[in-house]
């Protein structure tokens, strides 16, 4: 199964996957002109602030199977798309009742004007796991435009294999007392995130 | 005090401000920045880069992404010519700033301008005499003309050096020479950093760094020094005096006008205007008790330390302010004036007057200063603020405490008077170690660190240890509203301190001016040096700017260092996307200029790093010293 898979500690939050998937999903696919389109093309994957200053997590759509959107959705608006193992709305069978929403345990429902031919009407909006780029065997528009690697695509199992590599090794370490690989944050990541924590912690001091 | 807003502020009358902007769903800057959130990592680290459009570009701090740009550039010239351009853009709002003080100086000694004139003739001839000026049985008009033509030059690039550089140690100007860092001319030195950091050009991050100290250094012993000289010249030197500090400043039943900004050209004026027959009476005619002035930021700063105009607050009390509901009008001129407060104001009676043809706020009232007729200017705008009181709710008035005291007005001239007319008792002090060395503590506010605490947090720990703290800026209101800057907040410091304070009726920690004013730091510093026949490196003092967020702040750091000032910063720079421009910043700097940056967000570590460097200085100067390492960090 290929998703889109987040390696956590990479993520700069630097929001250009916001901006490259709401181009992805504009009608020109152009950076300049989707700005000019009406309805604006909304982003489906949403860069979220963690706990302390410099960090960030990339929020979208997992693609749950069963998904708990569908079976709740009282039109059939939201369906499994078994070609590419998506979960899709179709904008025409949606009410908008906000159903998806609640159930949803990611919170990545959004509620918007959505074209696609038609009138405009709000419509439930999320990620469509760029079905049509993958087609066309592109990744999905966050995972090309992402530079730190933090959001990758490909075979889940091979995705979470890397990381259960370098915890082997974390655990090995601690037991054989062999010299350490190095951090996989490198310094300058080290010392940002640094810096943001020694802020977050000062803010937090204050507060009590 | 309301815990709600403790990790924004940790003064009380922004607190309370604050809970008024909550309840009435006013955004400040606080809210701002959460909705920023996250901020951008290539940005925060340096590693972004939009000077062509080949671009524009990011390297990939983890490794495996992009690690050149279009052009080929790595992350160490990314991030030197981003850093190079802060601190041309810096650099640059402190002389420009100069250079607008010094056009009406020239304009003055022209007969061209009304509500100036020469106030401390005394200052004009030893800078007339410092620059080569005859003064001789001359007219003063005729001596201001040629040292206004003097100083102009030092903007233009036919000098080998600045001015005013007669005053630094030898030794260290002939360092600046044989690194070739030595400041030409101002504008020369912003334009070359503009130049060199155009795509193909400097490509060498240790040689745009070092152009980056000679551009900081245009400002300090440039820029900045001829706004603060020939504003002295034009406006008076300061000495000390007592006034009032923070939202208790503002008053329920007077017409209230902040000036808020760094130019004092026509604050000054404006204060003069306030005091205006014409103007009380017709301020009496609509119900007001009379005219009140406020200063905020800098410009707050230049007319508290001249006039004793109290002030309302520093840069993150700009929004709070106009919240009270008193504030008739803010009188704006330049720099860290938030495009926000426009916004604010439409919720409010208050006008926003905007004074200068390059600085434009859309939803503002503009009068346009024109030196010619200045005096006429601040009337004109005095009057509008005296019809915005008409206007005025008189059942809203939220003035959440009652001001603070404090002392202000410590020009290097009025710290040497104070000291009998000659650096010996304090050079004394500090030799026997009553006083373990000095510490100038400036910069902003910045929303991510809680207001105003790493200022009075460390200005607390360095006088608790004996370290004479002078101020400028944003950290005078910060540590005025703590009540540290009254001769009594001499109990407040270190039994050697103390007594030092005691006996001149000083405060521990000195206001010395605004941010232009940090070059009064240098000054002091180059003349303590002079007179012991070191250079400045060799001497116990810091610097640290806890709080701070401006491009001007960057420039102020690269001076400060450039002159051989160590300098602890609260906040990340945007540097540490390349280690090696970190390692020569934090680091391998001290070899080359014998000083350099360090990054400590928390104030008690910073306080930490600024005892041990002072101590290691005394033990470099052979003087009595406390093992730095043995110095607890926190």
């Known amino acids: 199964m290929k998703t889109v898979f987040v390696n956590i500690e990479r993520c700069v939050g630097c929001k250009q996957c916001e901006f490259a998937c709401a181009v992805a999903h504009s009608r020109s696919k152009d950076p300049v002109q989707a700005l000019y389109e009406d309805p604006l093309p909304r982003k489906r994957i949403h860069v979220e602030p963690g706990p302390v200053f410099s960090t960030a997590f990339p929020n979208k759509c997992r693609h749950c199977d069963p998904a708990p959107c569908m079976q709740v959705c009282p039109t059939a608006a939201i369906y499994r798309d078994r070609e590419q193992d998506l979960v899709l709305i179709q904008p025409a069978k949606c009410i908008a009742c906000a159903m998806c929403a609640m159930v949803c345990p990611f919170d990545v429902l959004t509620y918007y004007p959505l074209g696609n031919g038609g009138p405009a009407r709000v419509v439930a909006v999320k990620c469509d796991g760029c079905a049509e780029r993958v087609r066309k065997g592109l990744v999905p528009a966050c995972v090309e435009t992402c530079k730190v690697g933090a959001l990758l695509y490909g075979d889940i199992n091979e995705l979470v294999q890397a990381g259960r590599l370098r915890e082997a090794t974390a655990v090995l370490v601690a037991a054989t007392a062999v010299a350490p690989p190095p951090s996989p944050v490198p310094q300058p990541v080290a010392l940002w995130r640094s810096g943001g924590t020694a802020i977050s912690k000062l803010r937090s001091v204050q507060e009590r | ?634």
């Open chain 2, 1 to 634: 005090m309301n815990g709600r807003f403790r990790q924004w502020t940790i003064q009380e009358d922004a607190a309370k401000m604050l809970e008024y902007a909550a309840e009435q769903r006013i955004e400040t800057v606080w809210d701002r920045l959460a909705k920023q959130q996250p901020l951008c990592g290539y940005c925060e680290m340096g590693l972004s880069c939009r000077n062509c459009t080949m671009g524009p570009c990011r390297i990939d701090p983890f490794g495996e992404g992009p690690q050149k740009g279009v052009c080929g550039a790595d992350a160490d010239v990314i991030v030197a010519r981003n850093l190079g351009r802060m601190i041309a853009a810096g650099a640059s709002s402190h002389s420009d700033h100069g250079r607008d003080i010094l056009e009406t100086f020239h304009a003055l000694a022209q007969g061209k301008t009304t509500g100036y004139q020469i106030t401390d003739e005394a200052k004009l001839f030893r800078l007339a005499a410092e620059l080569g000026v005859p003064t001789d049985g001359r007219p003063i008009n005729e001596i201001a003309l040629d040292l206004a033509e003097a100083l102009l030059e030092d903007f233009g690039s036919r000098k080998e050096q600045l001015g005013f550089l007669g005053r630094v140690p030898e030794v260290r100007r002939n360092l600046w020479k044989k690194l070739g860092i030595t400041p030409r001319g101002i504008d020369r030195e912003n334009v070359e950093m503009l130049h060199r950091t155009h795509m193909g050009v400097d490509n060498d991050y240790v040689n745009i760094l070092l152009h980056g100290l000679r551009t900081g250094l245009s400002d300090g012993w440039g820029g900045s020094l001829i706004a603060t000289e020939l504003s002295d010249v034009l406006f008076g030197t300061p000495t000390p005096k007592m006034s009032q500090i923070n939202l208790g400043a503002l008053k329920a039943d007077h017409v209230n006008i902040a000036l808020h900004g760094h130019n004092p050209m026509l604050s000054s004026v404006i204060v003069q205007a306030a005091q205006d027959p014409e103007m009380v009476a017709l301020a009496r005619e609509k119900g007001a008790a009379g005219i009140n002035l406020v200063g905020l930021c800098c410009t707050g700063n230049e007319i508290l330390m001249r006039r004793g105009v109290p002030m309302a607050g520093n840069h993150l009390m700009q929004e709070l302010v106009i919240m009270t509901g008193v504030l008739d009008a803010m009188v704006v001129d330049y720099q860290c004036i938030m495009p926000a407060v426009v916004d604010i104001a439409r919720c409010f009676h208050t006008r926003i007057i905007t004074t200068f043809d390059k600085a434009k706020f859309p939803g503002a009232a503009h009068i346009s200063f024109e030196a010619n007729r200045a005096y006429e200017t601040g009337k004109e705008i005095v009057r509008q603020a005296i019809e915005a009181f008409s206007l005025r709710d008189p059942k809203a008035a939220r003035i959440p405490v009652e001001p603070m005291a404090m002392m202000t007005g410590f020009s290097v001239e009025a710290i040497l008077q104070a000291l009998g007319g000659t650096p010996e008792p304090l050079v004394a002090a500090i030799k026997d170690g009553a006083i373990r060395g000095a510490a100038g503590v400036i910069g902003c506010n910045n929303p991510k660190i809680p207001q105003d605490y790493g200022h009075i947090v460390l200005c607390r720990r360095l006088i608790e240890n004996d370290i004479l703290v002078v101020v400028t800026g944003c950290s005078t209101v910060a540590n005025a509203k703590a009540g540290h800057m009254v001769p009594e907040a001499a109990d407040l410091a270190g039994p050697g301190l103390r007594s030092v304070c005691k006996a001149l009726g000083i405060p521990p920690i000195l206001h010395m001016g605004s941010c232009v004013d940090n070059s009064r730091i240098l000054v002091l510093a180059a003349a303590l040096a002079n007179y012991l026949g070191v250079d400045i490196d060799q001497l116990p003092l810091a610097g640290a700017a806890p709080e701070w967020y401006s491009e001007k702040a960057v420039a102020i750091g690269a001076y400060v260092v450039a002159s051989g000032i160590f300098a602890v910063l609260g906040v990340h720079p945007p540097i540490f996307g390349s280690k090696n421009v970190v390692q020569l910043l934090a680091s391998d700097l001290e070899q080359v200029v014998g000083a350099k940056f360090a990054v400590e967000p928390d104030p008690e570590r910073a306080a930490g790093l600024i005892r041990r460097h002072i101590e290691s200085k005394r033990k470099g100067l052979g003087l009595p010293f406390v093992e730095p390492e043995s110095i607890p960090m926190p």
